[in-house]
């Protein structure tokens, strides 16, 4: 007879054929959904056709899906994930001692591939389809590294050639990043540059700006739509990103399920929103069911709070306004955060989904400055033994505030939260965090103001 | 009724309970045992007593034992490891299909902490058995910053103060392995330095030297000696390191039995020896007792290379001449190594166990040239998607040359090889290569007469 509750490990690793064989379309579950994407010149809808000179064809279809709960994994995408998952659910016991708190915590590792983050993800995704439709050239932009790390992994498995907008802030911060991008073989440039007629107009206006992922977006989408047998391919923000994401939700769900935990909170950090997305997704479609009454917390950086500050209003994805009108949270798309260490959450808006979410009341969020974010940071490797990516960063100080709340009550919570990625290209990072110089520039209504101002107020 | 033979998956992961409980000696194995250590002023064998100012009690203990070939692993080490391991043992298909070839090959990724590298193992337990004997302080060198930062991890881990002299070129080569270093609490130092007596006569004789491990292991040694309640601990060279490692090897071997799979050659790069040593472990005690027929194969750098050019003799460990004598493969401790990237390979000598099993005729020893190396590195991040430390890639380059072989001769050979590491922190290495600047210089025998000739020559 087997025993239905197994005995808890430090890690729970599934077993291959454990793995998810579907993503989890959390739309699908939702009572009202997301708003379509808008054209800006119409007013209405987009179609898929509009949608097709940018983007492959499998992902429209997925960005548009708001039926199918489950939608299948291509076994292609199903191998190559087993590359580098399942990845490990693991409860910080040391970290719980670390703050004394009757809290268990939990985090599902994301870090654990060379890339170093979740975003391969949807990379080995979003390369599979373009391939599928037989492209040959892929654009794309890069914050912080992750993604565009990640889709050069990916764009090198599957033998198609990749170009990385990478935001000049975050290439000059870590210039390795850009050495790994390119040792796997993409084309790297920083934006805004001059390779395309936005970055020129952008250069033009903002000479000393770092860039935005506003701004590399726009040159990415440029390129691909001016090139041949080449589309343009995002690491966040769009549904079918957080469909791929889905992954992560559904592999802690079924590990958590196998050992009888059930979570009383979940923490993520928000960007693009698409981790979060991923993470929460099985379990936001049981609360939504009535089924749990977990809570789900996102978590900005004070210096680009689109959850927390930002406007739910239609607005573009991109600084050149070239995209399609998203209905989300946003502080403008003319809004050019600081250069927060955090290059990940450094973007303007958030996913509509997320977005839909949080204005409902299904998901909470708050912001923290970026030395409060590292000092948890450094707490978290030296008990956990696991340097954080300073956006995954956010989403341990989230889950810290959680626990010490747990020690004060006396409340044995589980709380788990998702640490995205590590830090290893983010030492400069650190090294400034180690040596006090760590700015928690947070912006004043005014400067938020600048940003509103660009909204397309539809 | 049980399947004997699982279905082998992508990547083996050992559940909990079946991660080893003791370490395996190989030595116990041995029919001719090393030498023990010989005293330079007595040219007697070294005794317990003369160690223990050095180092821990317990791992000279360890050090001494020759006749256990199991020693228990304690709890609270096991209880470490399971942060960070069982480690992957992966079926490289993906490289298979890019080299063509009939063979089988396996790696062992010890890369999967964020220390990046094996060397978490043994630093466990090293520290674990410092603290055990109540001691506040440690010293360590690091080269390429692998020993270090897996250091710094267990000493924040414990509780317990730590200096690291890092080879200088490296700390150049590499400045976020400091801050990484430093994130974990580590006070770090570049050798040679003008902090210990050695340093400073070495700076006298070689003002512009990039420092070797052997330098910095003289400035630890002394930094300890003269400190309150402090010892040196070593990541590399000595038994009682390659007794820990042998937990890859281990889990390697559970892992294989398990599934069925029968290694025909094991790969590995071999610096110090200790990832070498601890891979091989129990299947070269299997190999002595004649249970099978495996080949070892070392394989080093052309720019260092103490198997395939060295002498077997009794050296020091150190450049500055204050360790026990060592029988080994050595190019005398005089020499000083070409800035290499693969800083973990830079040593002059070898782990007397690799050199015994060596000159016994049990291990094989290749050499390669760098940029050979990093060939291979790059092809093996794009097939596999993991970007090797450059010490690891020397393992991939002999296991593509084994797989090369079988592709010629249509023998479907299982190799094994290990992957120790990561080459997050190697990017400026990786950046050389890509832009086509990488040297690819071999000593010449005149260079190589200059280190002999410090050999103490009894």
Redesign the interface.
Known sequence: MVLKMQQE???I?L??NEMPKSWHNVRAAMKEKPEPFIHPGTRQPCVKAELLPVFCEDLVDQELNVTDEYISIPDEILSFY???RPSPLVRAY?LEKELDTPAKIYYKFEG?????SHK?NSAAAQVYYAKKQGLTHLTTETGAGQWGSALS?AC??YGVDLTVYMVKISGEQK??RK??M????ANVILSPSDTTDVGKKILAEHPDTGGSLGCAISEAIETAVKSQNCRYVLGSVLNHVLLHQSVVGLETKIAMDKYGIAPDVIVGCAGGGSNLGGLISPFMADKINGKNNIRFVAIEPASCPSLTRGKYALDFGDTGQTTPLIKMYTLGSGFLPSPNHAGGLRYHGMSPIISKLYDDGYIEAKSYVQSDVFEAA?KF???????PAPESAHAIKGAFDEALKCKETGEAKTILFGLTG?G??D??A??SF?EGKMSDYVPTDEDLQKGFDTLPGC
Chains 1, 2 share one sequence.
């Open positions: 490990p430090y890690k690793y077993e291959e087993k590359m580098f040391c654990n591939n060379t890339s170093g391969l992994m090198a498995y210039p390795y050495v790994l390119q040792t796997y073989g450094q490797a030296r008990s956990e033994g696991i340097l590590t290893y290209f030492m400069s650190y090294q180690n």
